[in-house]
Every structure is written in C-alpha cells, then in structure tokens.
C-alpha cells in the first residue's frame, strides 16, 4: 500500500491555533499554523474568538499548506481533520471545512482524535528521530490534558492515569499569573527556571492514588505562598523571581515523573513516550534523559514543532487511518469531550 502515491490533507482546529498540513507516504511537505495572538490580553483562550479567528483564517492556512508542499488540492488523496476533544466553536469551524472540501473533491474524510494525535507524531518520518515500538507508555502534558496511556498499536491505547482536576500546563499558566508573567506562562516560567535555585522553596507534592495526577491543590498551595511571602515583603516576588520559578517547575516536574515511575514499574513498559505542548519544556526532556541511566527507560520526544498543536500530527493519524481504510461518514459530528 505504502508504495502509492499517498497525500492526506490535515487540519487541526481544537482550540487557538488553525493548522494545516499536508503528508505524503509519512513523511511532512508542509506543516502551517496560524497563532491567535488577541487571547494574550485576557490571559487566556476566549472560545468566542477563537472560533471567529479559525473562520478567518482556515482558508489561508489551508491554502498555504498546499502550497509549501508544492501540489494541488486535486492530489489530494483524503482530508482528515480534528473531531474533538476542544473547544466546540473551533472544533466546528474545522468540521465543517474539512467535509465540505472532502465533497467537494470527491474524496474520503478522516476523523483524528486530537489525543491520539499527539501520541502518534511520534510516527511522522523524521530524520534523528526514532520511533516507539508496541507497546509503549505515552504521557500527554498539555494546557487541557495530563495522562498516561498504554499504548499497545496505532488505535489500540488505555488511559491508565489522568488528572483528576487541572492539567499541567495550566498549573504552570496559573503559577504564572500569580507571579506577574504574561500568557502562556510556561515558556517564561522554564526560561527563568534555568537561572534558579529548583530547591530554595519546597512545595508538598499532592497525594493522589495510582496514577491519577491533580493540580488544583498545587495552585491554590502556590497561591497561598505568595501572598504570605508579599505580606512579609512587598519586593519578594522581584527578588526572587528565577528562584520561585525554579521550584515551581522542579516540583511540576517531580509529579510527573513520579506518575511515569509507577507507571513503568506497574506495566513493565520501559519505553516512554511524551507528546502535547508542555514537552516543549526543557526541563521535563532532561528529567526524562535523567530517567534513562536511572530506571533504563528508552526515551522519545517529538520534534519541537510536532508537540504544541499542530496538523502535522492529524495528518499522520489521517495517513494511518487511511492505510486501514477507515474513513468517516458526511454525517460526522464534533465532540467536545471525546474520549481516547
């Protein structure tokens, strides 16, 4: 099957970003996205513009993404695009799009699930990057996602572990907030990290069963913190930026490995897996190389820009999905709250 001429058309619409990206045989000839900067000034993702963002640019990106891969829409073998879970207005925008250009040409539509997808970037052709084999544990770090996954084959996954609460990546978001950094936090938060002292403030770690992560309690720990050390000193946020920093990511980052630790250990698995945006974050990738001399992991982190959401990661599930013949009707829906 591999040996035809294969090009899928991806398109990812889950929440900020409009994305398109077009895969021939596994391997990426473009991957376009296009950021939402207005969501800056309110400190988070506003649904309601987000959506109307998505209708302006959806057409450019697409057309772009055809473009940069250097062929014409009528190559194109499927379109495959993100059914959910996200935000519903921006899942619909995508929806409607993808069906209305697969009808038009005439050609199948694949519906991608946005968790899955960014398990299976790790399967895009990538020079200096190797592939997971079956099975493998995968964790998936995002703004709206924390949770471990068994991963068996391409569509045979379990969620082993999840957060109860609040994702990690809106922990660092939210610690951010509270000390004055702008939106996202993450990146500045790591930024800063490197230049401090990870112990110069413990932070307790939440008690939570089995494999499930929670992150409220830590928000609302950190929260506290600040506020009693501001009262004591007005300039303690200033002083020690880089510091508090430092502990707040290296205690992030110590939930997290402590989750993968069992995880391994449970299962057996010894190949670890990371994908969503928050593994973009340097420290979480060392913590990780660390675990290879520590408990023997093999490792595998995507290429930075196959980790925050993208459509390079849609399209190789819609390549996947393709290959098996398992195509969606015109009658799909977008769900917000789809499961894995």
């Known amino acids: ?37 207005i969501h800056e000034e309110f400190g988070g993702v506003v649904p309601e513009l987000a ?7 959806i057409v450019p990106v697409v057309h772009q993404a055809l473009k940069k891969a250097n062929i014409t829409k009528e ?7 993100t059914r959910g879970p996200g935000l519903m207005g921006s899942l619909l925008v995508g929806t409607s799009f993808a069906k209305s250009l697969a009808y038009g040409l005439n050609i199948p539509l694949i519906d991608v699930n946005h968790m899955q997808a960014h398990i299976l970037a790790h399967f895009i052709d990538e020079e200096g990057f190797k592939k997971p084999p079956f099975p493998f544990l ?3 770090i995002s703004g709206g996602h924390t949770q471990i996954v068994k991963v068996e084959d391409y569509f045979k996954m379990t ?17 951010g907030k509270i000390l004055g950094l702008g939106y996202p936090a993450g990146p500045e938060i ?50 020690n930026l880089n510091d508090i920093c430092a502990s707040i990511q290296y205690t992030i980052i110590g939930i997290l490995i402590d989750k993968l630790k069992l995880a391994s250990k449970q299962t057996g698995i010894k190949h670890i897996a990371i994908g969503g945006g928050v593994s973009a974050n340097s420290g ?51 769900s917000a709250r789809l499961k894995i």
């Open 284 to 334: 979480i990738r060392q913590a990780l190389k660390n675990g290879e001399q520590k408990f023997g992991w093999t490792t595998y982190v995507p290429k930075f820009e196959f980790t925050t959401d993208n459509a390079a990661m849609i399209a190789i599930v819609g390549y996947l999905k393709y290959l098996e013949g398992d195509f969606a009707e015109q009658d799909v829906m977008a």
């Open 1 to 37: 099957m591999s040996s035809q001429n294969i090009y899928i058309l991806g398109i990812e619409s889950s929440c900020d970003d409009t994305a398109a990206s077009v895969i021939h045989n596994g391997k990426i000839l473009s991957n376009v996205v296009a950021n939402q900067k």
């Open 138 to 140: 995968a964790m998936t």
């Open 51 to 57: 959506s109307r963002a998505h209708q302006q640019n």
């Open 190 to 239: 790591d930024k800063r990290a490197k230049l401090g002292n990870p112990k110069a403030f413990q932070f307790t770690k939440p008690k939570v069963d089995g494999l499930n992560f929670s992150f409220s309690g830590f928000k609302t720990a950190i929260l506290y913190f600040i506020q009693r050390e501001v009262k004591a000193n007005p300039n303690f946020i200033e002083e």
């Open 75 to 81: 190559q194109l073998n499927a379109v495959a695009f």
């Open 159 to 175: 969620v082993i572990g999840e957060t109860i609460d609040d994702a990690v990546g809106e922990a660092f978001d939210k610690s």
